[in-house]
């Protein structure tokens, strides 16, 4: 959902680049239908989006890695500690309240529409630090 919220609040801009990857995830599989679901409501389709497994070359092309919970950020500077340095929450960069945001999977549509706001909200305000590191 991040990755479909940034594209689509940047209006799949090429001005930066964005890759969804997770560190317990199975490549290849589709977004849930809850996923799909409230995403198609604010406009974004999963419907071609595929999990992939976070790598080494991913990290290494990353200017920022942007995590949901401080276990990621944990497993991410444990696995890949040359870019710790990069992993931030992905709300930690905004001017609101730092919180962790659950994963929703295997939650209810309303926890994954929850999710979804609080990503948005997350997205927004990474929006506008990017664009003042470009003034």
Known sequence: MAEGLFRLHTNHSK?????????AANNGCPASSEAKTVSNEVGVDLTNHRSQIITEEIVNQSDLILVMTERHRDSIRIKFPSVAHRVYLINELGTKRVNEIEDPFGGSVEIYKKTRDSINQAILELIRFLELGDN
Do not use: E, P, Q
């Not at 001005?15 to 560190?23: E, H, L, Q």
């Open 15 to 23: 001005k930066w680049d964005s890759r969804s990857a997770g560190i």
